[in-house]
């Protein structure tokens, strides 16, 4: 401090630097703090904010700016940008550079905090799903799938077709389309792994109905693996559909359907929504319901 003041340079102050590295930031990443809550860019729409229970107050906001970022929030500040509490409050730290690395992580689709758990869900995520290891589960996963489910408490077998037709960073990509009620319901859906299974997270297009699956993870199984045709079984869970919106839990059996070798994937897709459409469930007494319901509810066998 006396060499700073010496040279006639006031003092650093550690809580300074951290707000205008904070202006700097929400500016660089398009992020609003004041109006237009609604924005999906407002800081309180932001992820990272919210699980970090950072200043929901504008006024506030400014302040941290301006005045400095009290001690009590600078860990929670740090950490919302992904940057060490250290390297916040240093005047030598490039923050062009640390938010280039935050934004790059981003487009990957690292999820940074999800819902409360911190760093453990995104580092043990990535693990889980590392490239290598999703290019290899979309070779063996890639095609239309014929599915039947039953819904808990309901004798009526139930179809859908889907199609697990991409695969990016940490997640293979898959539509699906079911008919429920005399509606078409067409929905987007995630893979990803967890320790030893797959978890599905779908939503239909209409945004009426948000669901969750689970199955056997097949590349940490080798018998399921060598399945041929290969099928897969699981769990989901869903609202239904119906005015009460009681969650519902459902067991399904999905198989992937051999390619024509003058077809492409869209067009067997296509086939099959037609298939769907045409005849949305199959119900106690008709010809194959006996064999196919059994198929669903028996026990997996993995063994």
């Not at 309901?154 to 990016?168: D, F, K, M, S």
């Amino acid at each position: 401090m006396k060499e700073n003041l010496r040279f006639g340079r006031p003092p650093v102050n550690r809580n300074t630097v951290a707000g205008d590295h904070l202006r700097f930031a929400l500016k660089a990443l398009g992020k609003k703090w004041r109006r237009d809550i609604e924005d999906s860019n407002h800081v309180l729409n932001w992820d990272n904010w919210v699980t970090n229970d950072l200043p929901r107050s504008a006024t506030t906001i400014d302040k941290d700016m301006h005045l400095g970022i009290p001690e009590a929030r600078l860990s929670a500040y740090a950490h919302c940008l992904r940057i060490s509490p250290e390297a916040f409050v240093s005047p030598l730290t490039d923050m062009v550079k640390v938010l280039a690395d935050s934004v790059s992580e981003s487009n990957a689709q690292i999820p940074s905090v999800v819902m409360g758990y911190k760093d453990f869900f995104p580092k043990r995520y990535v693990e889980h799903n590392r490239d290598s290891y999703m290019q290899e589960l979309f070779s063996l996963m890639q095609g239309v799938y014929r599915m039947s489910y039953v819904l808990q408490g309901i004798e009526i077998l139930h179809r859908c077709t889907v199609w697990a037709y991409g695969v990016e960073s940490f997640r293979l990509l898959m539509r699906g389309r079911f008919n429920m009620f005399g509606n078409e319901n067409e929905f987007d859906a995630n893979i990803f792994r967890w320790h030893n299974n797959l978890h599905v997270h779908y939503l239909c297009q209409n945004g009426m109905e948000l669901g969750y699956t689970m199955t056997v993870d097949p590349l940490r199984h080798n018998l399921v693996r060598q399945r041929t045709p290969f099928w897969l079984k699981g769990q989901g869970l869903t609202d239904r559909g119906l005015a009460d919106n009681v969650p519902i839990t459902f067991t399904y059996r999905m198989e992937k359907l051999s390619l024509p070798a003058d077809m492409q994937y869209e067009e067997l897709w296509e086939q099959e929504c037609g298939e769907v459409i045409n005849r949305p469930f199959i119900a106690p007494g008709e010809p194959e319901y006996e064999s196919l319901y059994t198929e669903v509810l028996a026990p997996e066998e993995m063994v």
